[in-house]
């Protein structure tokens, strides 16, 4: 898949895609229904398939100070946006100059002369241009206009209720992975580099591989059963494992993060990049009174996450 990130610098052969448009956070299932339209236009036409979303996302850029709430930040977005198959993503980025655009001049500007898509997919509830004054109706004038299709998708639901990035946040916030997860279409994850720091684990018997979810909506803080993916490195692979999201209360901490320890695993993954996917809250998160209730209860967590994985 290649990634474009400037619209006014778009090669030849990227140009002519049937595209869907959106920030696309956690590419959720209404969000491959999305896709999928586009893919099946793309495959009629012969054209290359392809995203057009926005980095960074634009909640980011009208509300800088707003709580964390992002499902997925652009490397994890991009990774599930591959698997889906998608030719080229078109990541613009998303500043004042993108935001000052009218509706008129982002299709004209932007989607038929910078990016030369020949097809969009957008969902039902798309806004766009300045002030999201553009509408769906509005789009398919300005598509004929300049000279490439609009569908506009329904909204998906599933067993849980409508399809939608907030819903998920919410179902993450209630420790319930499960619900997120049939909403999105696949388990929730979070992806980045393994950070240095305390060793403290490795004391106490299980090490850890420490990441951020700085500027991620963080899950209720706790214990879950999990998948992971070693994306880089000699270690490279699928593992499983027990992940500790919070605050590490025993210790004083006060920065989010997640700590996971990979069942049956042995070596040193300092700097290499994991995705780890949640599949079952375990546990709320909490202080004890010793090292030795500490440990008594991770080997329980250990015990409980190992059966649940098994079962899947």
Do not use: C
């Not at 420790?175 to 997120?180: E, I, K, Q, T, W």
């Amino acid at each position: 898949m290649r990634i474009i990130r400037d619209h006014h610098q778009v090669a030849a052969e990227a140009r002519g895609a049937s595209a869907a448009i959106g920030n696309f956070d956690g590419v959720h299932r209404g969000h491959q229904t999305v896709i999928d339209i586009a893919r099946d236009v793309a495959a009629r036409e012969g054209a290359p398939l392809g995203v057009v979303t926005f980095e960074p996302h634009p909640r980011e850029v009208f509300a800088p100070e707003a709580p964390p709430f992002r499902l997925m930040n652009a490397v994890a977005k991009a990774h599930r946006l591959e698997k889906l198959g998608i030719d080229t993503l078109f990541e613009l980025p998303f500043g004042p100059q993108l935001a000052e655009l009218s509706a008129e001049a982002f299709a004209r500007d932007v989607l038929a002369r910078g990016l030369g898509l020949s097809h969009v997919v957008v969902g039902a509830d798309f806004r766009f241009g300045k002030k999201r004054a553009g509408t769906t109706d509005q789009l398919r004038e300005l598509g004929a206009e300049f000279g490439f299709g609009v569908t506009v998708a329904e909204l998906v639901r599933a067993e849980t209720g409508q399809v939608s990035s907030t819903r998920i946040r919410e179902a993450l916030s209630a420790g319930l992975p499960r619900d997120a997860a049939e909403m999105l279409g696949h388990r929730h994850r979070i992806e980045g580099p393994v950070l240095n720091g305390d060793r403290r684990g490795r004391d106490l018997g299980y090490p850890t591989a420490n990441m951020s979810i700085a500027g991620l909506h963080p899950p209720r803080f706790g214990v879950y059963a999990v998948e992971i993916d070693i994306l880089t490195g000699p270690h490279a692979g699928p593992r499983t494992g027990v992940a500790s999201i919070g605050v590490r209360p025993m210790f004083g901490e006060n920065q989010p993060n997640i700590e996971t320890y990979l069942f049956d695993f042995d070596g040193d993954l300092y700097g290499e990049e994991l995705s780890v996917a949640l599949v079952d809250f375990l546990r709320s998160e909490e202080r004890f009174d010793s090292l030795e209730a500490l440990i008594a209860q991770m080997d329980d967590d250990s015990a409980r996450a190992r059966a649940i994985l098994a079962a899947e």
